[in-house]
């Protein structure tokens, strides 16, 4: 895919404690490789990845790796007022990583007010399935009370890596299209190649956009 053909750029955030793999599955979407050992990352760090949603309908997603330490928090709060979306990540073999998700979860809510962001909910480490501390269907009636999708994905075997971010990517779309993302001057959440139309998508199965944001989107 030519890097430079692409209608939308979409800005996620990384979510969740330290150690629960957020640099491997992105080392894993990105560029298709699994580190057994990834240094903790400082501060944040950043990826790019380029989806073809359907046949000419290309975005370029990019991703805010933060760091999941204390310490690093007042720096990593101010990426997420300009991200749309926000992968909560936890390790299915860590509890606590685990319970901290509705912290995670609410502190994002809180920083981008009046705003929001939408989210994906993800059990990483599947692969580990003998030393799982988190059932099923506790992360699926977290995911319900948040109101997010879930899935649950390995960086390591590469299971539903990469229908995690498609997930994450197609519902942002839709809220894109359907008005659920709200369009607002400096934010950089969403940016446009071109003005904000399907003319040549006529099988979409997406709503198509509601006119009122061809300007908001481009300006």
Avoid at 31 to 53: C, K, M, N, P, Q
Avoid at 134 to 153: C, F, T
């Amino acid at each position: 895919m030519d890097p430079s053909l692409w209608q939308y750029q979409l800005r996620i955030i990384m979510l969740g404690d330290s150690t629960v793999g957020k640099s491997s599955l992105l080392r894993r979407y990105t560029e298709d490789r699994f580190l057994e050992a990834i240094d903790e990352t400082v501060g944040v760090d950043f990826y790019v990845h380029f989806l073809e949603l359907e046949p000419g309908l290309r975005v370029k997603l990019q991703f805010w790796d933060t760091a999941g330490q204390e310490r690093f928090r007042s720096v990593t709060r101010s990426y997420y007022r300009n991200s749309v979306g926000g992968l909560l990540v936890f390790d299915l073999t860590n509890r606590s990583s685990f319970d901290h998700i509705r912290d995670w979860h609410a502190e994002v809510c809180e920083h981008v007010l009046p705003h929001r962001l939408l989210f994906v909910l993800a059990g990483h480490k599947s692969d580990c399935d003998s030393k799982r501390a988190v059932s099923r269907d506790e992360a699926e009636k977290l995911a319900a009370v948040l109101g997010v999708p879930y899935v649950e994905a390995s960086a390591k075997s590469d299971h539903n890596v990469n229908e995690t971010f498609e997930l994450l990517a197609r519902q942002i779309y839709r809220g894109l299209m359907s008005g659920e993302v709200d369009l607002h001057e400096g934010w950089d959440g969403v940016k446009c190649a071109t003005p904000l139309t399907l003319q040549g998508h006529k099988n979409s199965r997406l709503a198509r956009p509601d006119p009122s944001h061809k300007k908001k989107c481009c300006d």
